[in-house]
């Protein structure tokens, strides 16, 4: 089992930053990749960004690439999400996932809100 917290949402004015914190427990050591998504209102959850366990391989969506910035602290079993230049559509409350190649299952936490003002 992993568990998974966020923190770091808030609000922000268009153009503004915020760096959202993922924090991971139980068997870490068999996390493959962890990542986040966001879900705004209405709307069903995207991808946002992945960062691969082993190599700290990144991936982001077409619609954050450039402005946000996944990173991680192994010691501490955290992911990062860096958002800059945030825009209005970014608004959304962001999950964080690991996902576990030996069991073949996703772990989520419960989510923090980011409010993006115009």
């Known amino acids: 089992q992993v568990q998974l917290v966020e923190s770091g949402g808030g609000l922000v004015q268009a153009g503004g930053s915020l760096r959202l914190s993922c924090s991971a427990s139980?068997?870490?050591?068999?996390?493959?990749?962890m990542g986040w998504y966001r879900q705004g209102s209405g709307n069903k959850r995207e991808w946002v960004s992945t960062?691969?366990?082993?190599?700290?391989?990144?991936m982001y969506a077409d619609s954050v690439k450039g402005r946000f910035t996944i990173s991680r602290d192994i010691a501490k079993n955290a992911v990062y999400l860096q958002m800059n230049s945030l825009k209005p559509e970014d608004t959304a409350v962001y999950y964080c996932?690991?996902?576990?190649?030996?069991?073949?299952?996703?772990?989520w936490g419960n989510g923090t809100l980011v409010t993006v003002s115009s």
């Open positions: 960062i691969i366990s082993t190599g700290g391989r990144t």
């Open positions: 996932k690991a996902y576990l190649a030996m069991n073949n299952r996703d772990y």
């Open positions: 139980g068997i870490t050591f068999a996390i493959t990749s």
